[in-house]
């Protein structure tokens, strides 16, 4: 193996390790790298031995990937094998791992926690760019196409953090990168170079050779130089653009209403965060209304695998909304948007929308939600609405639910948790004989700081006796921990069970006054659940406790004596206050996930060199050196005897050993009593040479005869290189002219290999006499 081979493999190394290293900033904890690096290092040292033994680029590659493959298998999903061999149970955790991975990318934003799931995948990505790199750059010695792996590292980090990458995380990869280049085009141009030793001008041409590469090293670095300036300046004057990420949510830029704009996705996943810190106003208000109601953008009944989703709903839909109740039961608002942001086709509103007013935008109302839609994001418009204000007396008497607007989806229970829903809600509304006390009973229940606690951080999944992560309304029943999307969640499906149609409303907390004005900002993004009664429609109830959640309405707090508070709970900063202090005393907290202290860098080593693992390593290690045993030995011997070499002579002596071995292994024997020249042609014959290989056979011969009967200060090491590298050339053209058959048996069972081995007790025996 050449010295500047393993250079290109570390280079390698060194500059995947640089391009995954930016990922760091995209989450709170960072130990995984020290993993990823072992992976890295692991991908390094498999390719330099794999391509000492073969010259088969693809089984290099092949043996990286299994091997890499069984060892973050067996580190991540260890518990799954049968004697050290992975099972279908391997495929499941792991597949339970990226799907853990998914719903944490999913739930936050950068910078991220870390868990199991996450370091699995992110382990697995290095994995995939440290062979890709190490393929291209050293395996095929195509460093150039091994930049492609290394910007797809980098840019995994560039397209979803929120800020823009330190300088560092792009110049030393790059650097790393351009060496790489230079090293591999250093080697080929000294190829070309390469003086004929039989020429009387030799040492002239050399010296010319070394003026060259010379020449060639000053323009290569500059013009990497260039080529890094020109990459840095360029960002800083062409117009930066707004970010894009790897999923959208509640709050996030969105497309459709130019920059600045803020989009709801027609799909709501529990396990991602509505609560969205950016403080940027999505639109100002003025209502003639007293008091404020959260503004509605959209409704939902459709549930699936933790997923509140806008195209699902099932059922009969009618052509037109059901008429509102007569103004002598309710009282009509009006509200002036201006400065609206929100993309289209969506707009904010209190609900239920009785008249829309915007000039020269089209518009129309979901006849079942009364979702108001835009063809286009408007900046301007005016709504009148309705606030719904029936008596409790009024509501326990308005019978069951029989109207076009309630679909199958108002009542469907998840079927993996429909006996704990049941179970539950029974419990909860227990005393409760009509709609309004059942809900009632629901939303106090939800809102007691002593049985759960408001929390923007949900803390690791919880998963099941199998091992299974648990449906999200079975892991919120157990830890009692979430915020809005959770509480929602839990109430319309506690209701649900109660056969109350219920739904899911997703919008905004009523802002705050600024100038007479009203501001609601990203970060007011709200979820709550409305259910349905006879002769009233919809109508909104809150069951989330907290300072940023909504105000129950007034039937949902003077509607019933019963709960825990005689018929409702005000939102106040004490009681979010007591809901934390009492989190711990909670005797429903101690089956939430525990919280795990920070882990330093000497725990993730730790973590990684347990006895269990040195054991699969140590297992791991026997079994390839059993499998390459005679590979290895044969190549110990080779590089033992070209670094025992004192004259260029013994050197040219042990290259010519060599290729007479690997040919005899190949099915190309040596007949006694031949001359070097007809062995000679025997191999260009039988070896089906072409004609620049046949001629690289004769020039072998020829310099292997001047040294062995030329003066010895005549050879020089120029013949020596160009010897080796004709051998090469040599060795693979044959090889390919060989069955699979025979070059499999020439690699795992060279004779070299095997003769040390047979006559190792024989060389044993006589010492110990």
């Known amino acids: 193996m050449t010295r500047r081979r393993w250079r290109i493999t570390l280079l390698a190394a060194l500059a995947t390790l640089a391009a995954v290293y930016p990922i760091t900033s995209l989450f709170v904890e960072s130990t995984w790298l020290p993993q990823a690096a072992f992976v890295i290092a692991l991908v390094a040292g498999l390719g330099l031995v794999a391509r000492g033994l073969t010259r088969s680029r693809g089984l290099v590659v092949l043996l990286q990937v299994l091997v890499t493959s069984y060892v973050i298998l067996a580190r991540y999903t260890g518990e799954s094998f049968t004697l050290f061999v992975p099972t279908p149970a391997t495929l499941e955790a792991a597949n ?14 950068a910078p991220a926690p870390l868990n199991d799931g996450l370091t699995f995948c992110l382990v697995v990505a290095v994995a995939l760019v440290a062979i890709a790199v190490d393929a291209m750059a050293a395996t095929w010695r195509s460093p150039a196409a091994a930049g492609l792996p290394l910007l797809t590292a980098y840019l995994i980090t560039a397209a979803n953090g929120d800020a823009a990458l330190a300088l560092r995380f792009f110049v030393v990869p790059v650097v790393l990168w351009l060496v790489m280049l230079h090293t591999t085009a250093r080697a080929q141009f000294g190829r070309w170079g390469t003086a004929s030793a039989a020429d009387e001008s030799e040492i002239d041409e050399a010296a010319h050779d070394r003026d060259a590469l010379r020449s060639f090293t000053a323009g290569a670095l500059k013009l990497g130089a260039v080529g890094v300036v020109v990459a840095l300046v360029v960002p800083a004057v062409i117009p930066h653009f707004p970010p894009r990420y790897l999923t959208e949510g509640l709050g996030r830029s969105g497309g459709g209403a130019g920059e600045g704009s803020v989009g709801f996705n027609d799909t709501l996943d529990l396990s991602r965060s509505l609560n969205n810190q950016d403080q940027s106003p999505v639109l100002t208000y ?30 009969d839909r009618p052509d037109n909304p059901s008429p509102l109740p007569p103004p002598d039961k309710r009282r009509d ?32 109302i979901d006849p079942v939600t009364r979702d108001v839609r835009v063809d286009r994001a408007v900046s301007t418009y005016r709504v009148t609405y309705a606030d719904l204000a029936p008596s409790p007396p009024e509501l326990r008497e308005s019978g069951a639910p029989d ?62 006796s199998q091992g299974r992560l648990l449906e999200p309304i079975q892991n919120f029943y157990q830890t009692r921990r979430g915020y ?41 993004a709200h979820a709550w659940p409305e259910l349905y009664f006879q002769g009233y429609g919809w109508l909104r109830f809150e069951p989330t406790p907290g300072a940023r959640a909504g105000s129950p309405p007034p039937y949902a707090v003077l509607g019933a004596g019963s709960g825990p508070t005689g018929g409702g709970r005000e939102v106040s900063e004490t009681n979010t206050a007591s ?81 007479t071995s690997h040919f005899g292994d190949l099915g190309l024997s040596a007949p006694e009593g031949v001359t070097l020249r007809q062995l000679r042609e025997r191999y260009v014959a039988d070896g089906h040479l072409d004609e620049e290989n046949a001629t690289a056979m004769r020039r072998v011969t020829a310099t292997l005869e001047k040294s062995r009967y030329d003066r010895p200060e005549r050879t020089t090491p120029q013949e020596a290189f160009r010897l080796h590298h004709d051998i090469r050339s040599i060795r693979r053209q044959v090889g390919r002219t060989r069955a699979w058959q025979t070059r499999a048996r020439s690699f795992f069972w060279p004779e ?7 006559s190792l007790p024989d060389r044993l025996l006589p010492r110990r006499r």
């Open 286 to 315: 003025t209502t003639t209304a007293f008091t404020r109601s959260p503004l509605r953008v959209l409704a939902t009944s459709y549930y699936s695998r933790g997923q509140w989703s806008v195209a699902g709903a099932t059922g």
């Open 484 to 524: 809005c999307v959770q509480f929602a969640t839990a109430m319309i499906m506690l209701a649900r069970a109660q056969g109350i149609p219920a739904r899911m409303a997703i919008g905004f907390l009523p802002g705050q006054l600024s100038d007479e004005r009203y501001i609601v900002r990203a970060s007011d």
């Open 96 to 109: 339970s791992l990226g799907l853990q991975a998914l719903e944490t990318i999913n739930r936050y934003s």
């Open 333 to 364: 608002y009006v509200i002036t948007v201006t400065d609206n942001t929100l993309a289209a086709p969506r707009i904010a509103a209190p609900y239920p929308v009785v008249a829309v007013a915007m000039e020269g935008t089209p518009w129309s």
């Open 403 to 464: 109207s076009p607007d309630i679909t199958d989806d108002d009542l469907t229970i998840p079927d993996r948790s429909r006996d704990l829903i049941q179970q539950w809600s029974d419990q909860v509304t227990r005393g409760a004989d009509n709609p309004l006390d059942k809900a009632i009973a629901i939303q106090d229940h939800l809102r007691d700081p002593s049985r759960y606690t408001y929390s923007l951080d949900l803390g690791e999944q919880l998963r099941d």
């Open 752 to 758: 070299a290999g095997v003769s040390f081995w047979r």
């Open 579 to 659: 809901g934390t202090a009492s989190a711990t005393s909670s005797t429903t907290a101690a089956t939430a996930a525990p919280v795990q202290k920070e882990e330093t860098f000497l725990d993730s080593v730790g973590h990684v060199f347990t006895v269990r693992n040195v054991v699969l390593a140590l297992a791991l290690v026997l079994g390839l050196l059993a499998a390459f045993a005679m590979p290895i030995t044969a190549w110990l011997l080779r590089l033992r005897r070209r670094r025992a070499a004192v004259t260029q002579q013994d050197l040219i002596e042990a290259e010519w050993d060599d290729l």
